[in-house]
């Protein structure tokens, strides 16, 4: 009796680290540098991966490197919006600082 043999399809390695890099990026995001740079990081391991995948069709992980890049898109949305505001807190606290003491006076 022959035994059926099953040929597991090994995940790309850049999958399983655009996945955590996006999550990481979701997670830490409260801190923009952290969150963008990871974030960019996962965008740029998705696109090596899913050049992997186009030149290896035996791995797989199709769907770990596209949760891992919807992650990082949204951890770079999200660190940048946090940035902007970030920046538009500090010039907006300047500019009161200024109308309440005039230079010169």
Do not use: W
């Not at 995940?11 to 890099?21: F, G, K, R, S």
């Not at 990026?25 to 990081?41: A, E, N, Q």
């Not at 890049?69 to 920046?87: E, K, N, R």
């Amino acid at each position: 009796m022959e035994q059926p043999t099953t040929s597991m399809r090994v995940p790309t390695p850049n999958a399983t680290a655009c996945l955590v890099l996006g999550i990481l990026s979701l997670v830490l995001g409260g801190c923009f540098v952290v969150g963008l740079v990871l974030g960019i990081m996962g965008i740029l391991y998705a696109r090596k991966g899913r050049r992997d995948l186009a030149a290896n069709p035996h791995h797989d992980g199709e769907g770990m490197i596209t949760g891992g890049l919807v992650c990082s898109i949204i951890g770079v949305v999200v660190g940048t919006l946090q940035m902007l505001f970030f920046a538009g807190y500090v010039v907006l606290m300047l500019v009161l600082a200024m109308i309440e003491e005039p230079i010169g006076s």
